[in-house]
């Protein structure tokens, strides 16, 4: 079935040492986004590409990069997580256009000890 | 500026009791897009239903219905005879569209969601 995926479903990781969250999509959509949804909280934009351009949303920290090797993949890599960091990242996609709904994957729970 | 609000922070209610969940949005844009999506305890979130701001039909899809009004901008969801696989955080969201298509202007405006506990 077409999907979006992300692995890993938990991620552990120590204060500031780096970590990578991948997602992977069969949807061939060209839009990707990254968000960040804290517990009790609305998903959180951090980033998007439109094909290979990234997007970064103003408040989005330094510490939060992206890449996009090709179509199907997309990587958020956090370069010094903080305690702050914990939370659960999910990866969507969505066709170009307007009015497209977003498809998420399951999403990633990063915990920073 | 958008906004979504969804007042309703929780709502609990017995198996097979209809519930409405509330959505009042704010826009300027002319054309926008309003989505539900629901999030069960398993974190991903599930698109519902997409309604685009000339279409104010209501619709029915099961036991699930929707309640586009734009004179008082509200885009409620109502889920009848409710079961305990309802529970999960349901989540309005707006996205508006620019006069000409800004590259990367895509994002959805979320409200804090509804956490809908439906008890057996």
């Known amino acids: 079935d077409a999907m979006v995926i992300q692995n890993p479903r938990y991620q552990v990781t120590q204060f500031g040492k780096p970590v990578t969250l991948s997602c992977s999509q069969t949807l061939n959509h060209n839009v990707m986004y990254w968000y960040q949804q804290k517990s009790s909280q609305a998903p959180k934009l951090l980033f998007h590409y439109y094909d290979k351009d990234f997007n970064n949303e103003a408040d989005t920290p330094d510490n939060f990069q992206s890449r996009r090797p090709n179509t199907s993949f997309c990587f958020l890599d956090i370069r010094s997580p903080g305690l702050g960091d914990a939370a659960m990242y999910l990866c969507a996609t969505s066709r170009d256009g307007e009015g497209y709904e977003q498809y998420f994957g399951p999403g990633t729970r990063l915990t920073v000890t | 500026a958008q906004k979504v609000t969804q007042a309703q922070t929780e709502i609990s209610v017995v198996e097979k009791e209809d519930v409405t969940l509330d959505c009042v949005y704010e826009?300027?844009?002319?054309?926008?897009?309003l989505f539900w999506y629901k999030q069960p305890p398993s974190g991903e979130l599930v698109f519902l239903i997409r309604?685009?701001?000339?279409?104010?039909q209501n619709e029915i899809s099961g036991r699930y219905s929707w309640n586009f009004q734009k004179s008082t901008s509200s885009f409620n969801f109502t889920i009848t005879a409710s079961q305990v696989v309802d529970s999960a955080v349901y989540f309005c969201?707006?996205?508006?569209?620019?006069?000409?298509?800004?590259?990367?202007?895509?994002?959805?405006?979320f409200g804090q969601g509804t956490r809908l506990t439906i008890n057996p």
């Open positions: 309604r685009n701001s000339f279409d104010e």
């Open positions: 969201a707006l996205r508006g569209v620019q006069p000409l298509i800004i590259q990367g202007a895509q994002k959805l405006v």
């Open positions: 826009t300027r844009d002319t054309t926008y897009y």
